[in-house]
């Protein structure tokens, strides 16, 4: 789709030059969320999980790290979701009218190889959802979307990391990591089996896919995966990397789902 330039700016001032930096000086965003923020890059935040993977070799822990995608984020967003979630942070109920008005005026026409279609599809044949791939607000106004689902979800799960540095001073909390609407999420299994880990990653993994489907969204299972951390001695009593189980974790996220919707992922 394209944008004239002038309605463009006008997105871009609404979100960059508006309630992210009013959200941002009032700390009301999430410390996980990442990718798009004055020092919280996207490689802000894959330094921490670099440092983070370090962290549980070093230490020898048992974890689970699920990275989940999600499908078309910005174009399956319901409207009403992200226009509550901005409004938590402080956005213009002005600029949330045009942004809805001109979304429903809108003329959407298909191109292929042989050119553009004459013919079109309005709000009233298929209603406009998100906010559209190469909007000018899509990413930022997913950030505060995302803030309210990473609220929510740690409203139902306190599975927490601890990480501290070798003096004891410095102590970090840790339990996913966002990359706009990509989710690093971690289950530790300091305290419990391997199964257990399993279990809870079960759990985790079922709250966060329905907030998403909550949301107007769905996860990518072809881009999903999860990298399995657990030790076991070996003949010399050497603590080393186990191949515990061969097979896929299978990690189905919502039961009553479809069984496409299913999640599979293979350990590495």
Known sequence: MLFKADWQLLLKWHSSYSFLPKSEVAKTLTPAQ?????????????????????????????????FLDARWCFDLMV???HNMACRRHGTADDYLCLHAQTHCSMKYFVQHKYGVSKDYNTFDQHPWHGTGQGTADAALRYIALSDSLIDAY????????????????????????????????LVSGATSTFEQMIQHAQTQLQWWTQLIQASGGALNPQKCCCALYHWMPDTSGILCLSTINPNNINIAPCPQQPQQNDSCFETK
């Open 34 to 66: 990442g990718g798009g923020r004055k020092g919280r890059s996207a490689i802000d935040q894959a330094t921490q999980q670099v440092i983070k993977t370090e962290l549980i070799k070093l230490n020898q822990q048992s974890v689970l790290d699920l």
């Open 79 to 81: 409207k009403a979701c």
């Open 154 to 185: 740690h409203s139902k799960i306190q599975l927490l990391w601890i990480i501290q540095d070798p003096t004891l001073t410095l102590v970090i909390v840790k339990s996913m990591k966002a990359f706009i609407n990509d989710v690093a999420m």
